[in-house]
């Protein structure tokens, strides 16, 4: 067995960032260069407000100042030049030109209507100061600033910023193509199919599938394998067949008969790097590289020991190749006091609350044997305690991992 710290360091040293190319923002991609406006945000000078528009300048003008009305603009509306009197004006629409405020409508006495209806004469009820409601070209974003650095995921806000600007593509590195296998002929994928003596449903499948989503991969082949190496083996041609990065398999890496994942994979021309990490849960685990260049994880078939071989195994991995950082822990007190009956790095279910005072605490679950999966449930986090580390007292300060790289814990009481 080799410890964690060694087996990372082996993961990232065969784990390589994709090819960059400029592809169309999308949720998921990792900016792998800085994007840099071409626009000004807003693009003109506009109105955050209904109302009317004014040209009061330097001063101001006093409540009971009286306007004629010359004319309105809406959204969409093109540039008025040197505009005089008062206009109608909408929220968002451009501000006519020569004007310099925006007196809201509730704001306003209308003294006069036209036969349609329309404000022809107004006056203010409060003073109005020069640029009042108005957002200005550039205010939120000017030409040529910095928008989003490299090595930024892209998620709602960006895109949103991004739309806002134009941005038709971006220098990006695609999602890691990943693809999943479950190994065990025990295993019911059908949730509605009723279960033989000695079956169990496919648990692993659906959870793996979607935390690897999360962390931002794509799953581009995903099947369920009997006890059979063979058909193993044809699974993962057809993984490599569908151009996988990485192939993820549950089961079959331990040391029982049916165990036949590392000889398969010597047989194939895999490279293995490790099998059996200082962890609990999880310890069988086996990384290989495969003859052309993809790597392998082979995860134990419990799930939590799969669960925790992802979040800290694979999922540095695909930090790497998105071009991402190294992902650094939160750190947080004990809610209670821990002990530890074996040397080995501990990945624990927990909860990370935060209490009216806004002290964070982290609490280890009941229920850590790697076969439950209620707790895993229930959890928001992973508290983590390193192989030497026995006994820890109430308070004492941890490493807490969210339940994924892209998604932080979520804080409830």
């Not at 840099?36 to 409540?63: H, Q, R, T």
């Not at 609990?280 to 392998?296: D, E, H, I, M, V």
Request: charged share 20%; aromatic share 4%.
């Amino acid at each position: 067995m080799i410890g964690y710290d060694e087996a990372l360091a082996i993961i990232r040293r065969e784990a390589h960032p994709l090819p960059v190319r400029r592809l169309a923002p999308t949720r998921g991609l990792v900016l792998a260069e800085d994007v840099i406006s071409g626009e000004d945000l807003p693009p003109f000078d506009n109105s955050a407000m209904d109302g009317f528009a004014l040209c009061v300048g330097e001063c101001g003008a006093p409540a009971g100042s009286e306007f004629e009305v010359a004319g309105a603009q809406a959204a969409g509306d093109a540039r008025v030049d040197m505009a005089s009197g008062a206009w109608e004006i909408m929220t968002g629409a451009r501000l006519p030109g020569g004007l310099d405020a925006v007196v809201p409508v509730e704001q306003v006495d209308v003294l006069a209507c036209d036969g349609d209806g329309r404000p022809r004469r107004i006056r203010i009820q409060s003073d109005v100061a020069p640029g009042q409601h108005l957002r200005l070209r550039g205010e939120d974003v000017a030409r040529a600033d910095v928008v989003l650095t490299a090595g930024t995921p892209l998620q709602a806000p960006q895109l949103m910023l991004l739309a806002a600007l134009g941005v038709a593509d971006v220098a990006a590195r695609r999602a890691p193509r990943v693809a999943l296998l479950n190994t065990g002929r025990e295993l019911v994928d059908d949730p509605a199919r009723q279960l033989e003596s000695g079956e169990i449903r496919n648990s692993n499948g659906p959870y793996l599938a979607a935390r690897l989503a999360d962390a931002g991969a794509d799953c581009v082949l995903r099947e369920t394998v009997g006890d059979d190496a063979a058909a193993f083996a044809a699974a993962l041609q057809r993984a490599l067949a569908a151009d996988a990065d990485v192939v993820v398999s549950t089961g079959a890496v331990s040391m029982g008969r049916y165990d036949f994942v590392p000889d398969a994979l010597r047989e194939l021309g895999a490279h293995i790097h490790f099998h059996k990490v200082r962890i609990r849960p999880g310890k069988p685990l086996l990384f290989a590289t495969l003859p052309g260049g993809q790597l392998f994880w082979g995860l134990p078939g419990n799930p939590a020991s799969g669960a925790a071989g992802l979040r800290f195994f694979v999922e540095p991995a695909l930090r790497r190749m998105a071009g991402l950082p190294p992902e650094q822990p939160l750190r947080a007190p004990l809610a209670a006091s821990l002990h530890k009956r074996h040397a080995l790095r501990f990945h624990l279910k927990g909860r990370l609350s935060v209490d009216a005072g806004g002290r964070l605490s982290a609490r280890v679950l009941p229920g850590q044997e790697s076969f439950r999966i209620a707790p895993l449930a229930h959890s928001n986090c992973w508290i983590v305690v390193d192989e030497a580390v026995q006994d820890l007292p109430a308070g004492a300060l941890v490493d807490v991992y969210g339940p994924g790289h892209l998604l932080g814990p979520q804080l409830q009481e």
